[in-house]
């Protein structure tokens, strides 16, 4: 399958400093991506769904100016956690959506994930 | 709104038997795309199989593969032969085929065991 790598795989932050995570699809162009949270144990929270040049779509709940999303081009997106605190510690995991040719419809690929801890 | 839901929080399976994860899910739409993704303790997700809604024959890669009983929302995932690299958590997932930046709709997980 199509490989979406994520970097880096694990951040340690102090309190109050940024953090970014790069999220780059290698063999295809994605239009689409989409950042997700995982709490331990837990499934996939969807963040926000990112469209390449334009702004990203946050879901209910999730702070557009706490979590800023750039989709620059059609293979990079980045999520930068903005003044990290202890509670944004946390997996985030980006995906990427490839479109199926004329087999129609389209797959999502996933990170490998980071591990935020904010100390 | 679509649901996903996955009522075995954990199952266990002996080394090369067989295993059935179930899945059923909420929704109003014909047309649409459903998944089993895998995620092993490394935590990266890996697809193992897709079923586009329209299609009547059940999909089958290798040793996975799903019982898609549309009318009764319900899409399980078998697998054949187990074995210990099977272990993980396995997602069940919904996405609709109407837009093209509908994101996927998870399921809370099914955790497998595979006993050596």
């Known amino acids: 399958g199509a490989v979406v790598s994520q970097h880096p795989s694990r951040v340690i932050c102090k309190s109050g400093t940024s953090v970014k995570i790069e999220c780059r699809s290698l063999?295809?162009?994605?239009?689409?991506m989409f950042w997700y949270r995982q709490f331990p144990k837990k499934s996939l929270m969807l963040m926000a769904t990112?469209?390449?040049?334009?702004?990203?779509?946050?879901e209910q709940g999730v702070e557009k100016d706490k979590f800023l999303i750039n989709h620059a081009s059609l293979t990079l997106s980045t999520l930068t956690v903005t003044s990290a605190h202890p509670e944004d510690s946390s997996f985030y995991i980006c995906?990427?959506?490839?479109?199926?040719?004329?087999?129609?419809?389209?797959?999502?690929?996933f990170g490998a994930g980071t591990r935020l801890s904010v100390l | 709104a679509q649901t996903v839901t996955q009522s075995q929080p954990e199952m266990s399976v002996q080394e090369a038997e067989t295993v059935t994860l179930s899945c059923t899910y909420d929704?109003?739409?014909?047309?649409?795309?459903l998944f089993w993704y895998k995620q092993p303790p490394s935590r990266q997700m890996i697809l193992v199989i897709r079923?586009?809604?329209?299609?009547?024959q059940n999909a089958t890669e290798n040793r996975f593969s799903v019982n898609f009983q549309k009318a009764a929302k319900s899409f399980s995932l078998k697998i054949s032969d187990s074995q210990l690299g099977d272990a993980a958590m396995y997602f069940c997932?919904?996405?609709?085929?109407?837009?093209?930046?509908?994101?996927?709709?998870f399921g809370k997980g099914t955790r497998l065991s595979v006993i050596a």
């Open positions: 995906s990427a959506r490839v479109v199926l040719g004329e087999a129609g419809g389209n797959i999502q690929y």
């Open positions: 063999d295809f162009q994605a239009t689409t």
């Open positions: 990112s469209n390449e040049g334009s702004k990203a779509t946050y």
């Open positions: 929704t109003s739409e014909s047309d649409y795309y």
């Open positions: 079923q586009e809604a329209y299609k009547q």
């Open positions: 997932a919904y996405r609709s085929a109407n837009s093209g930046n509908t994101p996927l709709v």
